[in-house]
């Protein structure tokens, strides 16, 4: 892949009023990037902003499609054709770029967020589990191999919140009043699913933003509210609010993510976690997170991960 057939020539939605923020930092040593983008975000402003602010400040980034690209796996080692010094991912969740990016960490280059990390929330069962394990606030979650299975469910749990397990971009979630009301949705396509108790809300969603030094909080709408007259801004961060995103991103090893929280008596409840999120309404949000992607690859690059040799077995017996 040449360095100029990565690059996108799309105009991104949005892209013009948050590039106008960018001023960049002294440029030290260029940093190598490759931002893996898939075929439904190529013409979203995130990431390519971020991947524009970059290069504005002199890095080199090359943007991966694996939707429309061959990549050769044995350049992804550390000094070969393709290496670089991280490898940067916005994917949805059961595309073929955490394969890559994975492949990447693999190989002992440094992807963001850390590979592992990333594929902890994009399995959204294992996301339920990982977040109850490490005390966070998190509903009661239910797994279904198939849809016919949500009808084990207790009538007395209802309204139900029902989404795909490896569902992205709130697409697929469904509040589901009754049996009688489950029993009429076409889920039998949906794959492995998830159910929740349906916790009230205002009729809007409050999403945090970490985008690795600072936390936003901003009301957006909501997927099960779509008739609601909602006012999508940021709100002031509150300290269990700040408190609760470090806690969810020490929890799973997030350094740029977002979550979905609501308001409950017993206080916020996490709904679900991102490591991509669009960040929308996030001042200078191409800024923000170019300067952590630099970080975190620069952190990388100072600590190496090394892999271990193959040793033949006469070899390691002598």
Not at 160 to 189: A, T
Request: net charge neutral.
């Amino acid at each position: 892949m040449s360095s100029s057939s990565r690059h996108s020539t799309v105009t991104r939605r949005g892209m013009s009023s948050v590039m106008s923020t960018i001023a960049g930092p002294a440029l030290t040593t260029p940093t190598r990037l490759c931002f893996i983008v898939e075929e439904k975000y190529e013409h979203d402003a995130m990431p390519s902003v971020v991947a524009q602010a970059l290069r504005s400040w002199g890095h080199q980034v090359d943007v991966l499609r694996p939707h429309s690209t061959l990549t050769d796996l044995s350049e992804l080692m550390p000094g070969g054709a393709a290496s670089y010094d991280a490898y940067v991912l916005k994917t949805v969740s059961s595309g073929p770029g955490l394969s890559i990016l994975e492949a990447a960490g693999a190989a002992g280059i440094a992807t963001v967020n850390d590979h592992r990390a990333i594929r902890l929330a994009r399995d959204k069962a294992v996301a339920a589990s990982r977040a109850r394990a490490a005390g966070l606030p998190f509903p009661t979650t239910w797994f279904a191999a198939r849809a016919a299975l949500l009808s084990q469910v207790p009538r007395d749990r209802y309204p139900l919140v029902v989404k795909p397990n490896n569902g992205s971009s709130c697409e697929q979630i469904f509040r589901v009043d009754s049996p009688e009301e489950l029993d009429r949705l076409d889920l039998d396509d949906s794959g492995f699913l998830l159910a929740q108790p349906y916790l009230s809300n205002p009729g809007y969603d409050v999403k945090l933003y970490n985008t690795g030094d600072e936390v936003f909080a901003a009301v957006r709408r909501s997927p099960l509210h779509p008739g609601q007259d909602v006012t999508e801004q940021l709100i002031p961060v509150t300290p269990e609010l700040h408190a609760l995103t470090v806690a969810v991103g020490r929890a799973f090893g997030l350094d740029i993510y977002g979550l979905d929280v609501v308001e409950t008596p017993r206080g916020w409840v996490v709904l679900d976690v991102n490591d991509f999120p669009s960040f929308g309404k996030v001042p200078d949000v191409a800024q923000r997170l170019a300067r952590t992607v630099l970080r975190l690859a620069r952190r990388a690059t100072a600590t190496p991960v090394s892999t271990p040799a193959f040793v033949p077995a006469m070899e390691a017996s002598a």
